[in-house]
């Protein structure tokens, strides 16, 4: 596609649902990095994937955070039992290797309630 | 761990006025930095990157931004802002010895340019 793309844009939850969020990066672009954002604060890096593997899922804050790219492309965030300090701007973001400029998505702002 | 501070949380300027963004990072190695900024309603993109080499870095739109490794600064500067200027800036660094870019964002600047 022409660009990274994020879906849905906005999601708004009741707490202890579960919610997954989706990245489309450029096609081709093998790495994928996932952020997330609170209000006045910059993005916070989550996890990072080369092709199909998650190399760093270090800034994941707990057990209820998990991401997928199964087939190298296409990922989930996934977060379940929802809390509401989870409400954030969740950013995706890929890059065509390793060490090159990332191109970012447009967010999905997630509101748990 | 690295980290990045930028002081100015919001910054208000008339058009034709000089801007000058403070970032500093606290890291002792080698580091790659950035500047990305969000314009309102868009997405977040690259202003201007420093890997190595020539320490002042052009970006687009009269953007620059000046590397100074004593002083773990990399400011962003233009001479003269527009309206269109305004945005959110961010000071980014990113150690690159882990061969992919785990970057470290500052909390941004909100520039806002009066016409």
């Known amino acids: 596609g022409a660009g990274v793309s994020q879906s849905p844009r906005y999601k708004v939850t009741k707490r202890g649902q579960d919610v997954a969020l989706r990245c489309d990066p450029i096609?081709?672009?093998?790495?994928l990095y996932w952020y997330r954002q609170a209000l006045g604060q910059g993005p916070e890096f989550l996890t990072y994937?080369?092709?199909?593997?998650?190399?760093?899922k270090s800034g994941l804050p707990n057990d209820r955070f998990s991401a997928e790219r199964p087939e190298g492309s296409i990922s989930t965030l996934t977060i379940q039992r929802t809390e509401q300090r989870d409400s954030a701007m969740y950013r995706c973001?890929?890059?065509?290797?390793?060490?090159?400029?990332?191109?970012f998505g447009p967010g999905t702002r997630l509101t748990v309630t | 761990a690295q980290s990045v501070s930028q002081h100015n949380h919001h910054v208000i300027l008339s058009e034709a006025a000089s801007l000058e963004l403070g970032c500093n990072y606290s890291?002792?190695?080698?580091?790659?930095l950035f500047w990305y900024v969000q314009y309102p309603g868009q997405h977040l993109q690259l202003l201007l990157k420093?890997?190595?080499?020539?320490?002042l870095v052009k970006g687009i739109k009269g953007f620059e931004a000046e590397f100074i490794k004593s002083k773990f600064s990399f400011n962003l500067r233009k001479p003269s802002v527009q309206w269109s200027d305004t945005a959110e800036y961010f000071c980014?660094?990113?150690?690159?010895?882990?061969?992919?870019?785990?970057?470290?964002f500052g909390t941004g600047t909100k520039l806002q340019v009066i016409p």
């Open positions: 973001a890929s890059s065509s290797d390793r060490g090159y400029e990332q191109y």
């Open positions: 096609s081709g672009h093998v790495s």
């Open positions: 994937f080369n092709y199909e593997a998650q190399q760093d």
């Open positions: 890291y002792g190695g080698t580091v790659n």
């Open positions: 420093y890997f190595s080499g020539d320490p």
């Open positions: 980014a660094v990113n150690p690159p010895t882990r061969g992919y870019q785990k970057v470290t």
